[in-house]
């Protein structure tokens, strides 16, 4: 894709108004206060009213939290399925696709015959939120969370995850499954490698 | 001098006190970042609380004046101990003793005795306040020499360098009007404006802009702010004060602002005068509660409309504040000596021309 530069001209030559520097200081002066007045009458109706009114973006964070976009990417979580067991194959393909190999697998078979993972380790540590297990995994057994919060830990080892603390519900996954599905699954948003690359 | 002006004049440096270091000093601490964030879309400190009430941001000026009280007071190796402790303190009187000539009030009689609401009525009060203000100078300059520091230095020098040029052409903005009014004593200037069409803004506002803009460059805050350019200098005179005396500087300039806004309040916006309504008529306004109580009400409106002005006009710095961007140095010494001073000295001549054929005439 090409680039779009905007080129800025460097050489301007200001009109004797704007080298009198007073009117165009005083414009100056007027968006600032524009700006000061619309978000003083905003924050006033919020103490009023409650409602946002106002240009103001910033979250009150620990009170309120941001709203988390579907194809956000949090902490990888493994789906457990309606039946209560994980979907997860232990193929492997995660492990192998994961960059900083943060993923460590031991996997083992039941009695059916199925193949499951005994041990799932995730090392929270290390993961860079990539999303790479996620589309390498055929089973969608491993997605992107939408968990952001209390991430950090003072000790490493507190966030070295294992099986039990990744399994979520498949219901509490399904925006972010629905995300992937459209973003790997449907031909049209497919990346398709034209001839341009 | 009798026991009554005696407790008169304390009372009346008390309130100034009052205003100026008790309310103005922490309320402008707050409202330069309450203005500041709700100006660039943001909201500003408003986490410190008291027992789970923020008041808007209010309690920051506290925390931080307990904070600062009991931080460590550091001198660097090699500073020159005595200029180092005395260089804040040089820099915070000027700027309070600068207010005693302004008059924030008229003169009233309440029960027999005469009350005129200004600490010193000086004859010289115009010229009292630049020799005062050519005072805040040293504070500085010693700040940045006493320091043993190359950036505190360059602050001083440049400070120096600046507030020389710039009270020139302050004295000389305000020349004009000093021959309009036919007066050097503030408290004259003020009841001059008694009348809304001798005001000194309506005949005068090319010198208010010049006024205005020689006051901030005399107070080093953005856009002259080159003296303690915190890109360049780091914070260049201060660079080295921590503790109170770090916010001694910070009152100077909070108080010096005050005193800007009461020296344009006093010659350009008419004191403590309402508009359209001059003294008398004030006071005959409440003259239903007896002579003695409607001048304390006529008294009471004149301190309020005077510090509703004031109040104005430091809203007005404080824009100019956050709006202009920082002058280069070579920036700020040609405007001052090549744009602000020609220009005063044109206003000058203009106003006595005006005199002389009469459009303008003096009050």
Redesign the interface.
Known sequence: MAITVKKVDRNVTMTLWERSY?PE?TR??I???K??VV??AG?ALEVVGGKRHR????I?YPEENPVIPPAYRGRPALVRAENGQEKCVACGLCEVACPPRCISIVGGERENGERYPVSYTLDGSRCIFCGLCEEACPKEAIVMSHDWKNLCEHDRSKMIYDKETLLYPERNLKKRLNVIREKYFNAKLYHKPSEKD | MGIAEMIETIVKIGFIIGLTIGFFAPMLAWVERKQSAVMQDRIGANRADFFGFTVIGLLHSLADAIKLIFKEDFIPRGAERALHTLAPVIAVIPSLIAFAVIPFGGKYTLWGHEVNLVIADLDVGVLYVFAISSLATYGVVIAGWASNNNWSLLGGLRASAQMFSYEVAMGLTVIGLIMFYQSLSMVDIVAKQDNFFHWGIIWHWPAFVLFLACAVAENKRVPFDAPEAEAELVAGYFTEYSGMKFVMFWTAEFIEMVTIAGLCVALFFGGHHVPFITDAELAGGFSFLGPNVSNLVAMLIGVGVFIFKLVALLILQMTIRWTMPRFRYDQIMKLGWKMILPLSLTWIFIVGVGILTGVMPSP
């Open positions: 007073i200081m100056g002066m968006i600032t206060m700006h000061f978000n003083l924050l240009k103001i973006m910033t009150y």
